[in-house]
């Protein structure tokens, strides 16, 4: 049966990921399960999205009342779901400012207009530098794909945006080096997910703010999947205290409905995007925001942070029991339940083999196994994840 509907996705969607062989029908908690009935316990969440775990009353409930309600009205009005999304994902990133979009590729998009609009009302320029990091992953449109740092994903798609540049992760003097009159913007992912689970260490964060106070460049933080709860803080940047000037989100803050948001401090929102700059038919719509409003109400309720500030250090300790044990596991790296472990070889049969014995991971490049899972499991959940893992590693 999944071999016929694979066959027939193969036949109309664009071959543009090579996916795993199944067909997923429906979730429930940490658990997902194929149209055959297979049950997979989920180490993905959707890439980092289902944060709640699948098929939660509360969320769904609030999804389907607004269904009934409104879907869409047009930015050109207002409504209530996203003014009480607003309100509440201002107060838990501590932001002051935010646009809605539909993906995390568009927040990007937003952060970068932003900062460059916030330099063009400084000097009237239009030649302003970006500077990212190497191995970052922001998203697959044009502006994102133009900071993201693997040569491979841009190649073929040249011209980027142009005046960009790329420094190191945790080398602060490979950003300070190529700063210059131009920079306007500074931009890297708190930890770094795509490009292989590297977490920003807090000194260089601390220096990297100190250099763009003392220069009035902007410091852009991508959270969309190291944000949300992920790290045992609402926002990554919020365990160093290293606040930026705009920062970006998605992923878990729709838990399942594709949203995405861009955010800013009352200084930059003040001397940057105006009425006629910026928009978005979809973004922020009620359906969208009622979701996050239930998402944040949820995070809340459930005590979500405090679950994985307690929990994940017993990953950790799994996780690193399978690198001692395992010759073929060189280490393990990542913060609060989003983890890595750097295998000296690809990953990909490993993978295959959990998926065959019901347990689902991704990869985050050829060699690391990235642990991404929905924030709400638990301790046996994860010794079951580690016993299917450890069947798998030869
Ligand atoms: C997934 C991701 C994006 C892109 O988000 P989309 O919703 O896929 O467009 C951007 N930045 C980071 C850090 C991501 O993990």
Redesign the pocket.
């Known amino acids: 049966m999944m071999k016929e509907y694979i066959e027939e996705a193969e036949k109309a969607l664009l071959h543009t990921y090579n996916r795993f062989q199944v067909v997923l029908d429906k979730g429930e908690g940490v658990r997902l399960y194929d149209i055959e009935g297979k049950e997979y316990l989920d180490f993905c969440s959707g890439?980092a999205v289902f944060a709640l775990g699948y098929n939660d009353k509360r969320y769904n409930d609030a999804v389907k009342a607004q269904v009934d309600k409104l879907l869409h009205t047009s930015n050109y009005y207002y409504n209530i779901p996203a003014i009480e999304a607003a309100k509440k994902i201002k107060k838990v990133s501590q932001m002051d400012r935010v646009f809605f979009t539909n993906?995390?590729?568009?927040a990007?998009e937003g952060a970068i207009k932003a900062a460059r609009k916030y330099a063009y009302n400084k000097d009237g320029q239009t030649d302003h530098e970006i500077i990212a990091l190497e191995h970052s992953?922001?998203?697959?449109t044009m502006g994102?794909l133009s900071v993201t740092g693997n040569p491979k994903y841009r190649e073929a798609f040249q011209p980027m945006i142009g005046h960009i540049k790329f420094a190191q992760m945790n080398d602060f003097e490979s950003i300070a080096s190529q700063v210059t009159d131009k920079t306007c913007a500074i931009i890297m992912?708190t930890v770094q997910?795509?490009g292989g689970i590297f977490p920003a260490e807090e000194e260089f964060l601390k220096k990297v703010r100190a250099l763009c106070d003392e220069k009035d460049i902007l410091l852009i933080l991508?959270e969309?999947?190291c944000g949300m709860g992920r790290t045992g803080y609402m926002y990554a940047w919020q365990k160093y205290g290293v606040k930026p000037d705009i920062m970006t989100t998605?992923?878990a803050l729709g838990c399942g409905v594709p949203v995405?948001a861009f955010l800013m401090t009352q200084k930059v929102a003040d001397n940057s995007l105006v009425a006629g700059d910026h928009g978005t038919t979809y973004g922020g719509n009620p359906l969208a925001c009622a979701a996050i409003s239930k998402v944040l109400d949820i995070y809340e309720e459930d005590g979500i942070l405090e679950h994985v500030k307690e929990t994940a250090p017993y990953l950790e300790k799994r996780l690193d029991e399978l690198c001692a044990k395992h010759d073929c596991i060189t280490t393990r790296r990542g913060v609060g339940f989003m983890q890595g472990l750097v295998f000296d070889k690809p990953v990909g049969d490993v993978i295959n083999k959990a998926l065959e014995k019901g347990l689902i991971l991704i990869n985050a490049g050829a060699n690391i196994i990235r642990f991404v899972p929905p924030l709400v499991i638990t301790k046996e959940n994860i010794d079951e994840m580690v016993e299917i893992l450890d069947s798998c590693i030869l």
Request: charge should be negative.
């Open positions: 890439i993906s995390g590729a568009e990007i992953f922001h998203g697959r994102a992912e997910g795509e991508d969309i999947q998605a992923k995405g």
